[in-house]
């Protein structure tokens, strides 16, 4: 059974950072297509950030802010944002894709759809 747990939102001043966190139980980090999105009410959900099976890549609204990372050995996810703007509120979601099926993955990254696992969300809030 594959779990995926967020933490680490908050409220933030414009210009602040928070650090994501999505720690992930029946499912091996190291080798998994996974990514992050965000989704405001009113809004389709969309990436943030995706690691697939050698590259990192990002959205173009967050280039050069957030920075994607994970620890393998503990199995955890991490989202590093700084320099937040207003338009970085949202709730934020980790994804993953099902283990052994990360081919296509430059083609699909970017696609809600395409991911199998979901975690509950955090709420980052920049005001």
């Known amino acids: 059974h594959v779990q995926l747990v967020e933490s680490g939102g908050g409220s933030v001043q414009p210009g602040g950072s928070l650090r994501l966190s999505c720690v992930f139980s029946g499912y091996v980090v190291r080798s998994g297509c996974m990514a992050w999105f965000r989704q405001t009410s009113g809004t389709e959900r969309e990436v943030v950030a995706g690691?697939?099976?050698?590259?990192?890549w990002y959205a173009e609204a967050v280039k050069g802010r957030f920075t994607l990372s994970k620890e393998n050995d503990k199995n955890i996810l991490y989202l590093q944002m700084d320099r937040l703007t207003p338009g970085d509120t949202a709730m934020y979601y980790c994804?993953?894709?099902?283990?052994?099926?990360?081919?296509?993955?430059?083609?699909?990254?970017?696609?809600?759809?395409?991911?199998?696992?979901w975690g509950q969300g955090t709420q980052v809030t920049v005001s």
């Open positions: 690691v697939g099976p050698s590259s990192v």
């Open positions: 994804a993953a894709r099902r283990s052994g099926e990360c081919y296509w993955w430059a083609s699909n990254w970017s696609r809600g759809t395409w991911y199998n696992y």
